[in-house]
T-cell receptor, first 117, second 111 residues
């Protein structure tokens, strides 16, 4: 099973709402990632967790708050977003940040399409 | 700072043709290079991963090569099919785990 599951698939929210995106994997991976992808652009890294600790924050605005409650789950809490935050949010996981040779592939979920009104 | 470039941005070919997608990167100190496929509105599917010490990887009709010294990777698709139509992304991975993506090549294979 190489599945990364993201919920919800679609989300519409107002600028004053608080919502959360959820990501789950059961491959025993210890590194998990959040990416943001705008239309016709490549994914851009937002956050990286390694062994449930935040390893990389790519200077993401504080209205995005990641959380890794356990090794299988990754959340992204959203608050006071702007319309320009509308995008496809992708979660990924890999066995680790480094090492592992050819097996250290990043597996991506199908994404959550977020619209901020 | 690593920069990844993909050429061409778009490609249209008739079914059955062999084709090559190009990817170049500016910093040769990569950990590995990964090729992905993305269908419209969907997530990314990993196609091939080449370790920095490897020269190529093959999976079915796909073959990816890596030349670190010149900062280039290619994805070769043999006997293209309409089902291969998608956007293909290459991504260079640093040893910190960061993936830097190219802009992608959108492929259309016409029946």
């Amino acid at each position: 099973d190489t599945e990364v599951t993201q919920t919800p698939k679609h989300l519409v929210m107002g600028m004053t709402n608080k919502k959360s995106l959820k990501c789950e994997q059961h491959m025993g991976h210890r590194a998990m990632y959040w990416y943001k992808q705008k239309a016709k652009k490549p994914p851009e890294l937002m956050f990286v967790y390694s062994y449930e600790k935040l390893s990389i924050n790519e200077s993401v605005p504080s209205r995005f708050s990641p959380e890794c409650p356990n090794s299988s789950l990754l959340n992204l809490h959203l608050h006071a977003l702007q319309p320009e935050d509308s995008a496809l949010y992708l979660c990924a996981s890999s066995p680790g940040l480094a090492g592992g040779g050819a097996k250290n592939i990043q597996y991506f979920g199908a994404g959550t399409r977020l619209s901020v009104l | 700072k690593q920069e990844v470039t993909q050429i061409p941005a778009a490609l249209s070919v008739p079914e059955g043709e062999n084709l090559v997608l190009n990817c170049s990167f500016t910093d040769s100190a990569i950990y590995n290079l990964q090729w992905f496929r993305q269908d419209p509105g969907k997530g990314l599917t990993s196609l091939l991963l080449i370790q920095s010490s490897q020269r190529e990887q093959t999976s079915g009709r796909l073959n990816a090569s890596l030349d670190k010294s010149s900062g280039r990777s290619t994805l070769y698709i043999a006997a293209s099919q309409p089902g291969d139509s998608a956007t293909y992304l290459c991504a260079a991975r640093s040893n910190t785990g960061k993936l830097i993506f190219g802009q992608g090549t959108t492929l259309q294979v016409k029946p």
